[in-house]
T-cell receptor, first 111, second 111 residues
Framework: DTEVTQTPKHLVMGMTNKKSLKCEQH?????MYWYKQKAKKPPELMFV???????INESVPSRFSPECPNSSLLNLHLHALQPEDSALYLC??????????FGPGTRLTVT | TQLLEQSPQFLSIQEGENLTVYCNSS?????LQWYRQEPGEGPVLLVT?????EVKKLKRLTFQFGDARKDSSLHITAAQPGDTGLYLC???????????FGQGTILTVHP
């Protein structure tokens, strides 16, 4: 089973709202990732958690706040977003440094 | 900074035709992944190659990793409309968790 699940599938939020994206994997993978993807472009890495600790932050604005409550769960807390933050947000996990398995994504629209 | 040049960016062909997508770099990668992504969905891992000169086949898809591990190709035989999507190559380097993505190839197969 190589399934990564993400909720919600779609999210519309205003610039003053606070919302959270959720990601879950039950493959026992030790690393989890958040990516942002614009239409027809490759994913851009935002954060990497390894063994539940934040190991990479790609200079992401503080209005994005990641959280890893346990080895299976990854959250992305959103606050005071801008319209240009509208994108597909992808979660991925991996057991080693080679293969990353992606979830279906959350389509975020900021109004 | 590692870069992956993926070509072509767009490919529009008729059902039954063959095609090849290329990923090239001046850097050596420890692994090379190929993903296929449909609109609004997450990338799906097709294959991982790690050994220079490696060739892997997945039904009508053939993947090659260059001898020097700097380039890779994806060849599709007798393309079908179901092959339509965004194809992404991604190279794994020395930094754990960081993949270098190519810019993607948007493939459209017309019935």
């Amino acid at each position: 089973d190589t399934e990564v699940t993400q909720t919600p599938k779609h999210l519309v939020m205003g610039m003053t709202n606070k919302k959270s994206l959720k990601c879950e994997q039950h493959m026992g993978h030790r690393a989890m990732y958040w990516y942002k993807q614009k239409a027809k472009k490759p994913p851009e890495l935002m954060f990497v958690y390894s063994y539940e600790k934040l190991s990479i932050n790609e200079s992401v604005p503080s209005r994005f706040s990641p959280e890893c409550p346990n080895s299976s769960l990854l959250n992305l807390h959103l606050h005071a977003l801008q319209p240009e933050d509208s994108a597909l947000y992808l979660c991925a996990s991996s057991q080693d440094r080679y293969e990353q398995y992606f979830g279906p994504g959350t389509r975020l629209t900021v109004t | 900074t590692q870069l992956l040049e993926q070509s072509p960016q767009f490919l529009s062909i008729q059902e039954g035709e063959n095609l090849t997508v290329y990923c090239n770099s001046s850097s050596v990668f420890s692994s090379l992944q190929w993903y296929r992504q449909e609109p609004g969905e997450g990338p799906v891992l097709l294959v991982t190659v790690v050994t220079g000169g490696e060739v892997k086949k997945l039904k009508r898809l053939t993947f090659q990793f260059g001898d020097a591990r700097k380039d890779s190709s994806l060849h599709i035989t007798a393309a079908q409309p179901g092959d339509t999507g965004l194809y992404l190559c991604a190279g794994g380097g020395t930094s754990y968790g960081k993949l270098t993505f190519g810019q993607g190839t948007i493939l459209t197969v017309h019935p």
